[in-house]
């Protein structure tokens, strides 16, 4: 299993505060990755990373930044949370993207209710 | 525009039969790469199996098979004498770097495995 690893797992929150959620690998893959699971849409990229200090918007980006100081670490923050990101988040991890790819590997998720 | 379809939002089968999973891609790009993979009850993605688009042959392994058409833009999954154990949400998704560096999945299917 790929060492990839999220916190916290579960959090329960109120509308208007800022979350981070962080993800952390151990593999030292350059690409990482974040997505939101909603029933009826699969999984939905963010934002993603290709180094870093180096960054880039997914197709849900509306509310969403992201960094990444250190090649372990990518972090998601709702600077003011709303219900509508209430969701399970999926952190993943590649070696290789753009023109060729590696595969994917996915952290455990993190279930963010936003009340 | 890239996308995934996967049309069967639920399949229930009796133990022990066989069962396809369909999934239709849409992509301009000439190289690009699909992907299948099991999220079950307990929630973690698991990668099942990716192909490349220059790779057409099909692939077997143990009871799951996979079937690549380019033709029909077509990679259906079919699991053989399914067991309980089977029982989980099946994603497929679509990686070909013409846009931002993440995967584009279908909606997934519900698949039950009765006893």
């Known amino acids: 299993d790929a060492g990839i690893t999220q916190s916290p797992r579960h959090k329960v929150t109120e509308t208007g505060t800022p979350v981070t959620l962080r993800c952390h690998q151990t593999?030292?893959?350059?690409?990482m990755y974040w997505y939101r699971q909603d029933p009826g849409h699969g999984l939905r990229l963010i934002h993603y990373?290709?180094?870093?200090?180096?960054?880039d918007k997914g197709e849900v980006s509306d509310g969403y930044s992201v960094s990444r100081s250190k090649t372990e670490d990518f972090l998601l923050t709702l600077e003011s949370a709303t219900s509508s990101q209430t969701s399970v988040y999926f952190c993943?991890?590649?070696?290789?993207?753009?023109?060729?790819?590696?595969?994917?590997?996915f952290g455990p998720g993190t279930r963010l209710t936003v009340l | 525009a890239q996308k995934v379809t996967q049309a069967q939002t639920e399949i229930s089968v009796v133990e022990k039969e066989d069962v396809t999973l369909d999934c239709v891609y849409e992509?301009?790009?000439?190289?690009?790469?699909l992907f299948w993979y099991k999220q079950p009850p307990s929630g973690e993605l698991v990668f099942l199996i990716r192909?490349?688009?220059?790779?057409?042959q099909n692939e077997i392994s143990g009871r799951y098979s996979w079937n690549f058409q380019k033709s029909t833009s077509s990679f259906n999954f079919t699991i053989t004498a399914s067991q309980v154990v089977d029982s989980a949400v099946y994603f497929c998704?679509?990686?070909?770097?013409?846009?931002?560096?993440?995967?584009?999945f279908g909606k997934g299917t519900h698949l039950i495995i009765q006893p």
């Open positions: 593999e030292n893959h350059r690409y």
């Open positions: 993943a991890i590649s070696e290789i993207a753009g023109g060729t790819t590696d595969t994917q590997y």
């Open positions: 192909r490349n688009s220059f790779d057409e």
């Open positions: 990373s290709y180094g870093v200090k180096d960054t």
């Open positions: 992509t301009r790009d000439t190289t690009y790469y």
């Open positions: 998704a679509l990686y070909s770097g013409g846009g931002a560096d993440g995967l584009t």
